[in-house]
């Protein structure tokens, strides 16, 4: 495939994290016509469920069904994901080759402390993409816009906007599904907070709570530190009432 063609590009610190946070917006895009890709940072070698190689295969599953176009794997350690000017470099390398005009980050918060420092990485990466003096010997590239999945963080601000998933949904559930090293009888899972149900029940509860902030059945919320742009005020969508 064409590397260069990538219109979105998601990064997450370990397989089945784009999944459960994104998923439902990655199947959209590529309805849309769009061109998506998944960089995951690490191969789950310390989770307590399954093996790295199993979750290997788990992932490329699910890359089918989320219709991805490609989804490769930087290889750093799991639970020990740092910014340093060597990962950022790794992150900026791959950046380039998929030169993507939109970056799907994790949330600024989190539990895990990967998922926190992602965020800050693939930020700091899309930035040192684009500096002439790192890596010369590959095309710069800085993505236009970095946006942050807030899916499952309560704890973090109003989501920005909310992709309409309504009828990704369960395609989105059957790419989680995949993962059932990770999920066969789960109740708990990244930074899904357990409250006793199935996982999957979880997942589908919290986008149907993401989904009523647009007044949609399913959605799932983003986190953007620029504010959105409005051309039209009697265009604008989402009743008050
Ligand atoms: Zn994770």
Redesign the pocket.
Request: charged fraction near 40%; hydrophobic fraction near 20%; aromatic fraction near 0%.
């Given at each position: 495939m064409n590397a260069s063609q990538i219109d979105i590009l998601a990064i997450?610190?370990?397989r089945?994290?784009v999944e459960l946070t994104c998923g439902g917006t990655l199947i959209k895009a590529v309805k849309l016509g769009r061109r998506t890709a998944v960089l995951d940072l690490t191969q789950g070698e310390t989770g307590t469920r399954g093996s790295a190689e199993l979750r290997a295969a788990e992932a490329s599953r699910a890359a089918e069904v989320l219709g991805l176009s490609a989804r490769e794997n930087l290889g750093l350690p799991d639970a020990g994901i740092t910014n340093t000017p060597e990962t950022r470099a790794m992150l900026a390398r791959v950046i380039r080759r998929f030169r993507p005009r939109v970056v799907i980050a994790p949330a600024a918060r989190g539990r895990?402390p990967?998922?926190r420092l992602t965020a800050e990485l693939v930020r700091d990466a899309c930035f040192v993409a684009g500096l002439q003096k790192i890596e010369p010997g590959i095309p710069r590239h800085r993505p236009l816009k970095v946006v942050h999945c807030t899916t499952y963080r309560e704890d973090f601000e109003k989501p920005t906007f909310v992709v309409d998933v309504s009828d990704e949904f369960e395609q989105k559930l059957a790419a989680v599904r995949c993962y059932s090293s990770q999920f066969e009888g789960a109740i708990q899972a990244?930074?899904v907070y357990p409250n006793g149900e199935p996982l999957l029940d979880i997942v589908r509860h919290q986008g149907a709570h993401y989904g009523s902030l647009i007044r949609a059945r399913y959605g799932e919320p983003f986190f953007t530190t620029e504010t959105m742009r409005v051309d039209d005020l009697a265009a604008l969508e989402v009743s008050t009432f």
């Open positions: 997450a610190a370990h089945d994290d895990h990967d998922h990244g930074e």
